[in-house]
């Protein structure tokens, strides 16, 4: 089984930018679909961004024009770059993954934290 590991979470005020990083052991990531999802307290878990195999990205809507998602398969690594970071944005983040001819994510990271201050 994939293990993923996120990193590069913290504690910034708003309009901050972070880096979050997902590293996946044993997959090789260009035939995987890779995706970020948040958990904000007291909610759902949501979608934020993801990147498909074959490097299309997609965004919620509420990230767009602000966080970036990109893939490094050399390193079975993904990122997000998030900028004009706003408090509604605190929550604990996940990357996932999954084959690309899959419909649902089976792979999961423990998650890291994103506080956003005011």
């Known amino acids: 089984q994939v293990q993923l590991v996120e990193s590069g979470g913290g504690l910034v005020q708003a309009g901050a930018s972070l880096r979050l990083s997902c590293a996946a052991s044993?997959?090789?990531?260009?035939?995987?679909?890779m995706g970020w999802f948040r958990q904000a307290p007291g909610k759902e878990r949501e979608f934020v961004a993801a990147?498909?195999?074959?490097?299309?990205?997609d965004y919620a809507e509420s990230v767009k024009g602000r966080f970036t998602i990109s893939r490094d398969n050399t390193k079975n690594t993904m990122y997000l770059q998030m900028n004009s970071l706003k408090p509604e944005d605190t929550a604990i983040y996940y990357c996932?993954?999954?084959?690309?001819?899959?419909?649902?994510?089976?792979?999961w990271g423990q998650g890291t934290q994103v506080i956003v201050s005011s």
């Open positions: 996932a993954n999954k084959h690309w001819q899959s419909r649902d994510y089976d792979a």
């Open positions: 990147i498909r195999s074959n490097g299309l990205p």
């Open positions: 044993r997959r090789t990531l260009s035939v995987y679909d």
